[in-house]
């Protein structure tokens, strides 16, 4: 069977939703790409068919299918680019495999991570293996604590003399950057130095073995900047929790990326409220009709299901799946929309016999009162 075939089945199991399909797609998944790996996809039909299949799964697929699926392609270089890129803005546990392996990802694409994606993926980023100095010196500008933390530890990072001097002044306030820097082989002596000044009995002691630093000259410099060594030494600030707004930036980038690639479809509305991930499926069906994300809170914060109804029908929701997107939005929502079971069945009524342009209108109109 040729890597063609059998990436044309993958792409129907792909959009199955049986257990034992599931399954199936597992394996099909790693026989896919042990055999790309063979063929190198070199002819373009079959790597644009292969592309297709993976967006497919970035698309539609369960977490799970998804960070396997991250897992078997990030060391591949014959990856798609938009792939690659779709599954580094994913949840940390999907992007983090892709982040720290493929080598599909340049550095245009990881500073743009640093600035777009939430500080876990930052966190990825810096421990990457043989950062590029761009890169490197895109965390320092950011300055965030747990980032340099990590590009601290990073030995194989691409640090020059200016950037590992920014770093042994940064972690005069960062107290968890100070053990790694203790140990990174592209610290001088005179950084060595200055560092002593703000560490730990135990790390000046190794400070002074490795660089065969005189105690006595330290401690009279140490002597005079207590005061300052004092406030310096305290811990790492807790770490950043992602904020609404972080995860509602992240979440619509995910989505254009989705669209842009024609990956965004009805389907992935199910995906998002199976997860719970209720912000993401307010964007992705606010981008699929063009709406204001604003009009889907309050059709999901009112007390007419109907107006999700509409907006459901406008972008070709199927009126059989309405239902459970209906009760998956009020488990999540606080039982909102309202009206009750009753109401529930009378929004069914927003599919017929309207076109979805028709259902679009009626919704945009009737959203502008609520």
Known sequence: MTIAVEAADLL???????PVDREQLLAAIITL????????ITQPDVRDLVGAVFMTLVAEAEQDIRRRLAEKIAPAPWAPAALINVLALDDIEIAGPVIAASPVLQDHDLIRLLVEATLDHQIAI????????????????QEEPAVLTALAANDTAEVSASAMDRMVEQSRQVAAMRSPLARHPRLSSDLAQRLYLWVGQSL???LIDRFRLDPAELEAALALTVREAHAAIDSLPPSQARSDAEREALEARLVDKLNDAGQLRPSYLLRALREGRLTLFVTAIARLGGFETDHIRRAIDSDRPELLALACAAIGVDRGAFPT???????LNQNRPGGGAEAGRRATGAFSPFDPDIAGMAFRKAVSTV
């Not at 129907?12 to 049986?18: D, F, G, I, P, T």
């Not at 790409?33 to 190198?40: F, I, V």
């Not at 997107?325 to 488990?331: P, Q, S």
């Open 12 to 18: 129907k199991l792909a959009k199955s939703r049986r």
């Open 33 to 40: 790409c042990d055999k790309a790996e063979l063929d190198e």
């Open 325 to 331: 997107i209906l009760e998956a939005v009020r488990e």
């Open 126 to 141: 810096a421990r990457r293996g043989r950062l590029s100095a761009p890169v490197v010196e895109a965390i320092l500008r």
């Open 204 to 206: 000046r002691s190794a």
